[in-house]
């Protein structure tokens, strides 16, 4: 099996054969992990530094908070609030590859068109917003396919599945080739830990995640700070950065292409140190 190592941005290939870094940037009130919330233009660019100045290579710029529970932005609401941000940091970063989280496809298609955003990242797989892979099929970028259940407001009472690993396996499969048959050749793998799912199954989907290569496409992880790791530990989001360490870390050896985080720094020093390991883990030339 042989994974796609690259991503097209804007007509240059993009190499992910050494994973990458995405930092997360929340212009939000009520994101989960305070410290990522950035609403002042001062906050915001001071941010987009660290993330570009930490070594990280693509900013995922979020206006809506995902967090179970959080409040429902309907597209115009969530624009209002994205669109400043997006303008300042094209100012400021404009040759920074910008990743727009959203599930709204009119905020997908002003983000790309107006502000030059690079990848759309949708929680919902296009279920939220039932005309995103059309968009998706006339903007020609990137696209990363997470596995949601519901929305935000409802995906933990969704978290019954007949036969958890293959019912995501039939879930990318079918909605990868949706969208390829509408002309989006860029798509990403997100499992969507934390997403519908209980401690118990984001564990399990982190043990299998090498299943997950028989899309031959690559796989962004994003499990910083998250309740499987707090929960577990008995601790708070603020206390999660070991932990968010240790996943990071099994997810690189299993063949995370992007890592999703909060602590940009500490991710790249993951893939540094993994990378190490595994060129030890190569085939011998013959």
Same mark, same amino acid.
Do not use: W
């Given at each position: 099996?042989?994974?796609?190592?690259?991503?097209?941005?804007?007509?240059?290939?993009?190499?992910?054969?050494?994973?990458?870094?995405?930092?997360?940037? *929340?212009?939000?009130?009520?994101?989960?992990? %305070?410290?990522?919330?950035?609403?002042?233009?001062?906050?915001?660019?001071?941010?987009?530094?660290?993330?570009?100045?930490?070594?990280?290579?693509?900013?995922?710029?979020?206006?809506? %908070?995902?967090?179970?529970?959080?409040?429902?932005?309907?597209?115009?609401?969530?624009?209002?609030?994205?669109?400043?941000?997006?303008?300042?940091?094209?100012?400021?970063?404009?040759?920074?590859?910008?990743?727009?989280?959203?599930?709204?496809?009119?905020?997908?298609?002003?983000?790309?068109?107006?502000?030059?955003?690079?990848?759309?990242?949708?929680?919902?797989?296009?279920?939220?917003?039932?005309?995103?892979?059309?968009?998706?099929?006339?903007?020609?970028?990137?696209?990363?396919?997470?596995?949601?259940?519901?929305?935000?407001?409802?995906?933990?009472?969704?978290?019954?599945?007949?036969?958890?690993?293959?019912?995501?396996?039939?879930?990318?499969?079918?909605?990868?080739?949706?969208?390829?048959?509408?002309?989006? *050749?860029?798509?990403?793998?997100?499992?969507?830990?934390?997403?519908?799912?209980?401690?118990?199954? *984001?564990?399990?989907?982190?043990?299998?995640?090498?299943?997950?290569?028989?899309?031959?496409?690559?796989?962004?992880?994003?499990?910083?700070?998250?309740?499987?790791?707090?929960?577990?530990?008995?601790?708070?989001?603020?206390?999660?950065? *070991?932990?968010?360490?240790?996943?990071?870390?099994?997810?690189?050896?299993?063949?995370?292409?992007?890592?999703?985080?909060?602590?940009?720094?500490?991710?790249?020093?993951?893939?540094?140190?993994?990378?190490?390991?595994?060129?030890?883990?190569?085939?011998?030339?013959?």
């Amino acid at each position: 099996m042989r994974l796609r190592k690259t991503i097209n941005i804007q007509g240059q290939l993009l190499d992910l054969s050494t994973p990458r870094v995405m930092g997360i940037l *929340n212009v939000t009130p009520d994101s989960f992990y %305070s410290d990522s919330r950035k609403q002042s233009e001062e906050e915001i660019v001071q941010r987009c530094r660290q993330i570009l100045e930490e070594g990280g290579t693509m900013i995922d710029v979020g206006a809506q %908070s995902t967090a179970p529970g959080s409040s429902f932005l309907i597209a115009r609401e969530e624009a209002d609030r994205l669109m400043p941000a997006l303008k300042m940091i094209r100012r400021e970063f404009p040759e920074a590859i910008l990743s727009v989280d959203t599930f709204h496809a009119d905020v997908a298609k002003q983000a790309v068109e107006e502000y030059g955003a690079n990848i759309i990242n949708d929680i919902s797989g296009g279920q939220i917003d039932e005309r995103m892979f059309a968009v998706m099929g006339e903007l020609n970028v990137p696209y990363v396919l997470m596995h949601m259940r519901g929305t935000p407001q409802t995906m933990q009472q969704n978290t019954t599945y007949d036969h958890f690993i293959q019912d995501l396996l039939y879930y990318f499969s079918e909605r990868k080739a949706r969208l390829n048959s509408l002309g989006v *050749n860029d798509v990403i793998i997100d499992p969507g830990f934390g997403f519908s799912k209980t401690m118990l199954q *984001n564990y399990e989907l982190m043990a299998y995640l090498k299943y997950f290569h028989i899309f031959e496409e690559p796989i962004l992880v994003g499990i910083s700070r998250k309740s499987m790791i707090y929960r577990l530990l008995g601790t708070t989001p603020e206390e999660s950065l *070991n932990g968010s360490t240790i996943l990071n870390t099994v997810a690189l050896l299993s063949g995370a292409s992007i890592l999703r985080v909060h602590d940009v720094k500490a991710a790249v020093e993951c893939i540094q140190i993994t990378d190490k390991i595994k060129e030890f883990d190569q085939p011998s030339a013959q």
